[in-house]
T-cell receptor, first 119, second 113 residues
């Protein structure tokens, strides 16, 4: 158990609909990362939040948005869903482990994922 | 983040050491090497990371070449439960907005009885 929780575990919805995926990070972790994993594209980074602020953006579609709340949980909103959005969505959290001359290293702890099926 | 190259697949006999190579020839001085694994459709699991020295923990050992252009993850006594996709990632420090991680395709390790 990584300490990261994601809800729901499974989600089945129709094209054109909107869904919200929720992630609670490990206690004490300030960063939350969202990833999408589909069969033909591997694990793709979507977006990162750090202590409530957007920190980095990856290949996130304009139809998708995310936010991190003051209690540090995060939500990923997916709208106007298409068949191609069917995938596993993972959330990860992390914090710096320590510092060296090159800056901090850090682990990422992944949640169990939400499997989204768009029909 | 530097790009990594890993073999697509490897087999290993149960009880033997599994040595998984990774090339990261464009790694820069402030980038760490991380290894994760993903068992079936579970969330990826952190294994180990390093900067330039070899590292060992309860799961594995990480050997980084002196020029840092490649590394090897060693599972000393592979078990059937180690069958997974192993990802080698290179990325910068957390505080430099380097949260992106390019996981690539990884190496599918199959441990056989």
């Amino acid at each position: 158990d990584s300490g990261v929780t994601q809800t729901p575990k499974h989600l089945i919805t129709a094209t054109g609909q909107r869904v919200t995926l929720r992630c609670s990070p490990r206690s004490g972790d300030l960063s939350v990362y969202w990833y999408q994993q589909s069969l033909d594209q591997g694990l793709q980074f979507l977006i990162q939040y750090y202590n409530g602020e957007e920190r980095a953006k990856g290949n996130i579609l304009e139809r998708f948005s995310a936010q991190q709340f003051p209690d540090l949980h995060s939500e990923l909103n997916l709208s106007s869903l298409e068949l191609g959005d069917s995938a596993l969505y993972f959330c990860a959290s992390g914090s710096p482990l320590g510092t060296s001359g090159s800056g901090s290293s850090y682990e990422q702890y992944f949640g169990p994922g939400t499997r989204l099926t768009v029909t | 983040d530097a790009k990594t190259t890993q073999p697509t697949s490897m087999d290993c006999a149960e009880g033997r050491a599994a040595n998984l190579p990774c090339n990261h020839s464009t790694i820069s001085g402030n980038e760490y090497v991380y290894w994760y694994r993903q068992i079936h459709s579970q969330g990826p699991q952190y294994i180990i990371h390093g900067l330039k020295n070899n590292e060992t923990n309860e799961m594995a050992s990480l050997i980084i070449t002196e020029d840092r252009k490649s590394s090897t993850l060693i599972l000393p006594h592979a078990t059937l439960r180690d069958t997974a996709v192993y990802y080698c990632i290179v990325r910068g420090a957390h505080n430099t907005n380097a949260g992106k991680s390019t996981f690539g395709d990884g190496t599918t390790l199959t441990v056989k009885p």
